[in-house]
Nanobody, 126 residues
């Protein structure tokens, strides 16, 4: 099993920045992607960003591209999401997830991910 723990969620104002962290522990795998998804009340889980096993292949969801930056520390099994210019519509629970990709590119849909964290709440006030 893999345990994922997210941190960094908070209540902030529109225009602020926030950095989320995710650390993976437990069973380790050779190659895996680490992604971020979010889910607002009454909405489906939405893809935010993902970074591939090599730390170089990166994809962003359309609503965050240009504002959010994903990164990972492969040695520490950690991933980070720097969120800038936050908007009220960014309010959601943010989840970290791991996809066992081998050497393939990461996916951008939730059902491809194998392990999930419990989530961290981000609230952006206007």
């Amino acid at each position: 099993q893999v345990q994922l723990v997210e941190s960094g969620g908070a209540l902030v104002q529109a225009g602020d920045s926030l950095r989320l962290s995710c650390t993976a522990s437990g069973r380790t795998f050779a190659n895996f992607a680490m992604g971020w998804f979010r889910q607002a009340p009454g909405k489906e889980r939405e893809f935010v960003a993902t970074v591939g096993w090599d730390g170089h292949t990166i994809y962003y969801g359309g609503s965050v591209e240009g504002r959010f930056v994903i990164s990972r520390d492969i040695a520490q099994n950690a991933a980070y999401l720097q969120m800038n210019s936050l908007k009220p519509e960014d309010t959601a629970v943010y989840y970290c997830a791991v996809e066992l990709t081998g050497n393939q590119d990461p996916a951008v849909v939730p059902h491809e991910y194998d392990y999930w964290g419990q989530g961290t709440q981000v609230t952006v006030s206007s």
